[in-house]
């Protein structure tokens, strides 16, 4: 219990609690030359834990250098970024996803990075799509931090409780409606096959692309009409109806930034799609083993083909007004190459480095966790997908309205549609 507290105040109140670990972790220091806020998000207590024994132990080695720790979780911090943004006053260096990236780098909030390429960053072997998620217009904005990808958590013991077999990783969005369904018909009441994803913005782009669409375009439109975007949303319906997922006022419980909450893990479903930087979060709150599956590939009758990109779920990127940059480009080469501070950083953390010589090392030295999500993206990595294309902010919060409204019958999977193309046109 002690253990989903601290998670659950972690990322919740992140300001408040935050701040107290900050102080214990990165003490002010009276007479610095450089003060530098590192605003950002984490996916779990122990990626917030490792980050900070990272910044302590730079500092350490700097005496002349404060690094003032702002993190929280990911809808907090992209709120508060946007006011700071909009005042004048961003952190020196913050976390970034392709989304806020492609926001920030267009409105002249980031500052430009090739000049730090190669020396003293040298990327040359980092995944492709994580360099991808942090360019934009053939400029680096951002440092890819992780290497992730789109994921299907898996709680093996209900499958082999049931006898319900998991299907290869190939399968269709068929097989998993028909696995869930299964899964709820054998376990029987309060308990389900799969959570709700119909409010997750990935997954919706993997079903699209399935279709051969996707979300938006390399250039930052949609790529999908009214009617794919209702199939999205009724098949969640069906799939609502046929009893494999939740209901809608169960699944609501569930809609927020504590994975304690989530059916994985409160015990009321087998399976969460998600990402693979949520996956040692994850297993941290169970004793039950969990493995990493693909989402479907397509569709019964079609053509099954692997869209599971692989890319960078957290970057920083820098203030351009900020007057540390040189500062900021070591701090993330501490992170980033050198041995100390890569043990830190990655280590026990839920993070992947996106260098093919940083997981190499992770997999060697890593836990059990590190080693299953490495294995999975070294899966992905033998037929790569086209990477994700940058889109805007909000995503989830749009498509769970949508979703939520469907759920409760409110909504037609058209009028939901409808719905959240108006909203995300109003963004582009």
């Known amino acids: 219990m002690s253990r989903r507290l601290n998670r659950r105040d972690a990322l919740r109140h992140g300001a ?54 702002e993190f929280t979780s990911f809808s907090a911090f992209t709120d508060k970024l946007a006011t700071e943004a909009a005042g004048g006053n961003a952190p020196d260096m913050f976390s970034v996803n392709v989304d806020l990236l492609g926001e920030y780098a267009r409105r002249g909030v980031l500052a430009p990075l090739n000049g730090y390429i190669p020396k003293p960053l040298d990327l040359s072997d980092y995944v492709d799509g994580a360099i991808k998620a942090g360019t934009l217009g053939g400029q680096l904005y951002a440092i890819p931090n992780d290497c992730i990808a789109p994921a299907i958590t898996v709680k093996t013991a209900v499958f082999e409780e049931t006898g319900v077999p998991l299907p290869d990783q190939m399968w269709t969005w068929e097989q998993l409606a028909e696995t869930a369904v299964a899964i709820s018909k054998a376990k029987g009441k309060r308990f389900w096959g799969l959570e709700d994803a119909g409010s997750n913005y990935i997954p919706c782009d993997v079903f699209l692309r399935g279709m051969g669409k996707s979300v938006f375009t390399p250039e930052r439109q949609f790529n999908f009409t009214r009617e794919d975007l209702a199939e999205w949303f009724a098949y969640w319906g069906r799939l609502r109806d046929a009893g494999g997922i939740p209901p809608g006022d169960v699944q609501a419980l569930a809609n927020g930034d504590d994975p304690a909450l989530t059916g ?50 957290n970057s920083t990127g820098l203030w351009t007004k900020s007057p540390h940059k040189d500062r900021i480009i070591d701090i993330i080469r501490f992170m980033h190459f050198e041995p100390a501070g890569i043990e830190l950083y990655y280590r026990g953390s839920g993070m992947v480095p996106a260098s093919k010589a940083g997981r190499a090392a992770l997999a060697d030295e890593g836990t059990d966790a590190d080693r299953k999500i490495i294995a999975y993206i070294d899966l992905l990595q033998q037929n790569p997908a086209p990477p994700r294309y940058p889109g805007i902010t909000g995503m989830s919060g749009m498509l769970r309205r949508a979703n939520e409204a469907v759920a409760f019958g409110k909504m037609k999977p058209q009028e939901a549609a409808d719905q959240f193309i108006g909203e995300a046109k109003a963004r582009l």
């Open 16 to 69: 408040a609690l935050l701040g107290g670990m900050t102080l214990a972790g990165v003490a002010p220091r009276a007479f610095a030359q450089d003060r530098i806020r590192f605003g950002g998000y984490v996916e779990s207590q122990e990626q917030l834990k490792q980050t900070l024994a990272t910044l302590k132990a730079y500092t350490d080695r700097n005496p002349g250098v404060e690094i003032v720790p």
């Open 264 to 313: 994985l893990i409160s015990g009321r479903a087998a399976m969460f799609a998600s990402l693979t930087d949520s996956f040692v979060g994850l297993q941290a709150l169970t004793e039950d083993d969990l493995v990493l599956h693909m989402l479907p590939n397509g569709f019964k009758g079609g053509t099954l083909a692997q869209h599971h990109y692989t890319y960078a779920g």
